[in-house]
T-cell receptor
């Protein structure tokens, strides 16, 4: 069974730009969670989507948004990029909310 | 705010020794616990989960859970240099969801296995 895939793997943007990241979960998984990881901060929860609905949202500003499609693929968007948005963005899929999560390889975003 | 606490390390052990990684959690309603391994620059990889009190063994790894003490541990026997990574402990809270998400992660313990 194929794992979680994320595209692109690396991105370099400048302040003020926007970016869209994509995540394809494991086949049959309906829940996709997004995390931001920066050195020393650990995994910061962004949001979770299940069956095209956002079920949970972390404490991030409205510049961070996401969506999920009918095939469970998910995208997250960050508008008006700031230097502090430089991070590894991870998506994780699970069959349902209360199951173990499997992570994709991540997208490393650098904001200059 | 539910919390999962881990010693950040680094924990240094010689090759062939047993590495013991510990984790405590604040939510007494948490039912399931997960250990992830994260190599530098890579994403977390699930290595074990446990939901019953006691021990669960998988190869060189043993997860231990004590719900009364709200304590989870991971033992790595015959540690190898390839085990050098950051180990993340995660708990599935009793009332999952909300602004922390469905899994509450600790910040990880960095393990270094010296040849």
């Amino acid at each position: 069974k194929a794992g979680v895939t994320q595209t692109p793997r690396y991105l370099i943007k400048t302040r003020g730009q926007q970016v869209t990241l994509s995540c394809s979960p494991i086949s049959g998984h309906r829940s996709v969670s997004w995390y931001q990881q920066t050195p020393g901060q650990g995994l910061q929860f962004l949001f979770e989507y299940f069956s095209e609905t956002q079920r949970n949202k972390g404490n991030f500003p409205g510049r961070f948004s996401g969506r999920q499609f009918s095939n469970s693929r998910s995208e997250m968007n960050v508008s008006t990029l700031e230097l502090g948005d430089s991070a590894l963005y991870l998506c994780a899929s699970s069959f349902d909310t209360y199951n173990e999560q499997f992570f994709g390889p991540g997208t490393r975003l650098t904001v200059l | 705010q539910k919390e999962v606490e881990q010693n950040s390390g680094p924990l240094s052990v010689p090759e062939g020794a047993i590495a013991s990684l510990n984790c405590t959690y604040s939510d007494r309603g948490s039912q399931s616990f997960f250990w992830y391994r994260q190599y530098s620059g890579k994403s977390p990889e699930l290595i074990m989960f446990i939901y019953s009190n006691g021990d669960k063994e998988d190869g060189r790894f043993t997860a231990q859970l004590n719900k009364a003490s709200q304590y989870v541990s991971l033992l790595i026997r015959d540690s190898q240099p390839s085990d050098s990574a950051t180990y993340l402990c995660a708990a599935l809270p009793g009332d999952y969801g909300g602004s922390q998400g469905n899994l509450i992660f600790g910040k990880g313990t960095k393990l270094s296995v010296k040849p």
